[in-house]
Nanobody, 119 residues
Framework: QVHLVESGGGLVQAGGSLRLSCVAS????????MAWYRQAPGKQRELVAA??????NYADSVKGRFGISRDAAKSTVYLQMNSLNPEDTAVYYC??????????????WGQGTQVTVSS
């Protein structure tokens, strides 16, 4: 079983910054992809940013403002969010795709962390 613990959410004024962290632990042989999703009230969950061993990709709405990074040694993924605006308000979820010690592929979600941007 894999457990994800997120931190770093909160309330920030428009134009401000926040940094989210997500630590993965458990039966992980190898992490393939770490990503951040978000879900605003009344909307579907959407991909914000993802990182693999060799590349990153971002939603168009956050390009140039958000940066995703990973510390492989700590099984941790970060999301640096700059120039936040009220449209970024949502619950942010960490997602990890990994290979277990038995060779199976797993997909786990964090519990979510609230990000609220005031105007």
């Amino acid at each position: 079983q894999v457990h994800l613990v997120e931190s770093g959410g909160g309330l920030v004024q428009a134009g401000g910054s926040l940094r989210l962290s997500c630590v993965a632990s458990g039966s992980i042989l190898k992490i393939n992809t770490m990503a951040w999703y978000r879900q605003a009230p009344g909307k579907q969950r959407e991909l914000v940013a993802a990182i693999t061993s060799g590349s990153t990709n971002y939603a168009d709405s956050v390009k140039g403002r958000f940066g995703i990074s990973r510390d492989a040694a700590k099984s941790t993924v970060y999301l640096q969010m700059n120039s936040l605006n009220p449209e970024d308000t949502a619950v942010y979820y960490c997602n990890v795709i990994y290979i277990t010690w038995t060779g199976s592929v797993g997909n786990s979600w964090g519990q979510g962390t609230q990000v609220t941007v005031s105007s």
